[in-house]
């Protein structure tokens, strides 16, 4: 086990979203290269953004390592920008609608996520993509909604996303104009848009990458994201930046998420890549900064049920931002079970916000795997070829002692299994499927 270094250590925070916090705290740091945190004991609890989660015990293995620490805070590293700890779920209007988006369907879609009860397993903020703008900004530089889509402008939205508990997404780019050329870009105007946005009450700015002067996403990121702290209001940052210059490794620094991919489309290769290339930066996700993969494609058609069932669980065991993409006012009852299904949702949201790791990696076989809350270990078995087959997951794979005991939870069954397993869990996946499970300890 890597020591611990204990020391005594008066800690005081300001930042101008996060009020001053001081507290005398027994620290624990533990370093490692997949665990970086700064963890402190304590017999005190904090309510602040500054802080995140609190269990008697946290048990992070990659690799068959092992650290125990008592009553933890996970400290984070202050952002300039607002600290959001856990992931954000919510609708984004590109994957289904492209450019075809009007004010109206933007409030069916709010209405429905009331009328549906997903607003109430967390999905809250409705996100507008691409297109919303006018191309030409007016006399005084300013961002302008399309009057012919939207035309009672976006703070009415935004007043209206409010009024139903949810929160208004925006989108715009770090270039000169937007990705589909129909609408200004920020470049040169961060400062002014990030102001505009604030005062009609934007909760969220998804940014892109296209059309801009050549210059390093590093350099163009983070002037928005100053911008955006300056601005006055809380503002969740995603950056789509496609993964092209690794923003996993400075995004923490910048914004709240982080594409870590290309776009995704609505099939099986292209959903199953994106998941192996996401988790190639699990290292760098944190409380507070998350790999993202893209939006969710379940509703759109383009896979099998089975499929989506891999989609779902493999983008909530990953902690990656839950972003539906379909049209939520059209949903068959089938979607409806997959994107609502509150046992998976809670590993997604689990107080620890450990990205899973591949275990294991067999042919067409694999093990996904992360530590939970209250002394858990989260397992995706997954079947990705297509013929029937039975798998096996191993408690080595996963760095728990082998003869522990542990009674498994069927997260998609939602079934406690009668058997008790020790050592190893197997079970009969068809093509293209998979296996999650809880585990817990019970002796």
């Known amino acids: 086990m890597t020591p611990l270094i204990r020391r005594l250590v008066r800690f005081s925070v300001s930042s101008h979203f996060l009020p001053t916090l001081s507290a005398t705290l027994y620290c624990s740091s533990i370093f490692s290269q997949n665990w970086k945190y700064l963890i402190a004991e304590s017999s005190e609890s904090f309510e602040s953004e500054a802080f995140f989660g609190s269990s008697p015990l946290i048990q992070y293995r990659p690799k068959m390592a092992h650290y125990s620490v008592q009553y933890f805070y996970v400290l984070l590293k202050?952002?300039?920008?607002?600290?959001?700890?856990?992931?954000?779920?919510?609708?984004?209007?590109?994957?289904?609608?492209?450019?075809?988006?009007?004010e109206k369907m933007v409030k069916e879609t709010a209405d429905a996520l009331v009328s549906t009860g997903l607003s109430k397993l967390g999905y809250v903020y409705v996100n507008i993509d691409d297109c919303w703008a006018e191309i030409a900004r007016d006399d005084k530089g300013n961002i302008m909604p399309k009057n012919s889509t939207f035309p009672s402008g976006i703070k009415a939205l935004a007043d209206y996303a409010h009024s139903k508990g949810l929160k208004l997404g925006i989108y715009g780019d770090a270039g000169y104009y937007t990705c589909s050329k129909t609408m200004p870009g920020s470049l040169g105007f961060e400062e002014q848009d990030a102001k505009t946005f604030a005062s009609w009450g934007i909760d969220y700015l998804k940014y892109d990458n296209c059309h801009h002067d050549g210059s390093k996403p590093i350099e163009r990121y983070p002037?928005?994201?100053?911008?955006?702290?300056?601005?006055?209001?809380?503002?969740?940052?995603?950056?789509?930046?496609?993964?092209?210059?690794?923003?996993?490794?400075?995004?923490?620094?910048?914004?709240?998420?982080?594409?870590?991919?290309?776009?995704?489309?609505?099939?099986?290769?292209?959903?199953?890549?994106?998941?192996?290339?996401n988790e190639l930066y699990a290292q760098y996700a944190r409380p507070g900064g998350w790999n993202d993969?893209?939006?969710?494609?379940?509703?759109?058609?383009?896979?099998?049920?089975?499929?989506?069932?891999?989609?779902?669980?493999?983008?909530?065991?990953?902690?990656?931002?839950?972003?539906?993409?379909?049209?939520?006012?059209?949903?068959?009852?089938?979607?409806?079970?997959?994107?609502?299904?509150?046992?998976?949702?809670?590993?997604?949201?689990?107080?620890?916000?450990?990205?899973?790791?591949?275990?294991?990696?067999?042919?067409?076989?694999?093990?996904?795997?992360?530590p939970l809350s209250s002394y858990r270990t989260v397992v995706v078995i997954l079947n990705r070829g297509s013929v029937r087959y039975s798998v096996t997951a191993f408690w080595e794979d996963m760095g728990l002692d082998p003869n522990t005991v542990v009674e498994a939870r069927d997260l998609w069954e939602h079934k406690t299994l009668k058997n008790r397993f020790v050592g190893n869990i197997t079970t009969m996946l068809n093509p293209h499927s998979c296996k999650m499970y809880v585990l817990k300890p019970i002796s």
Not at 78 to 102: A, E, L
């Open 78 to 102: 202050f952002h300039t920008c607002f600290v959001y700890p856990i992931r954000i779920c919510r609708w984004n209007s590109w994957n289904h609608f492209g450019c075809d988006i009007d």
């Open 223 to 277: 002037v928005m994201s100053k911008a955006l702290k300056k601005a006055g209001r809380p503002i969740f940052f995603s950056l789509c930046e496609w993964g092209e210059m690794h923003p996993a490794e400075w995004g923490f620094h910048v914004g709240n998420s982080w594409r870590t991919t290309c776009d995704i489309t609505d099939t099986w290769e292209s959903m199953i890549s994106r998941a192996d290339q």
């Open 293 to 370: 993969p893209d939006m969710l494609e379940i509703g759109n058609g383009g896979m099998t049920k089975d499929e989506y069932i891999v989609h779902f669980s493999l983008w909530a065991i990953s902690k990656a931002p839950l972003l539906l993409g379909c049209d939520i006012r059209n949903m068959t009852q089938e979607t409806i079970e997959i994107i609502s299904n509150k046992e998976v949702i809670a590993v997604n949201q689990d107080s620890y916000g450990i990205q899973a790791r591949k275990a294991r990696m067999h042919g067409d076989e694999e093990i996904w795997v992360a």
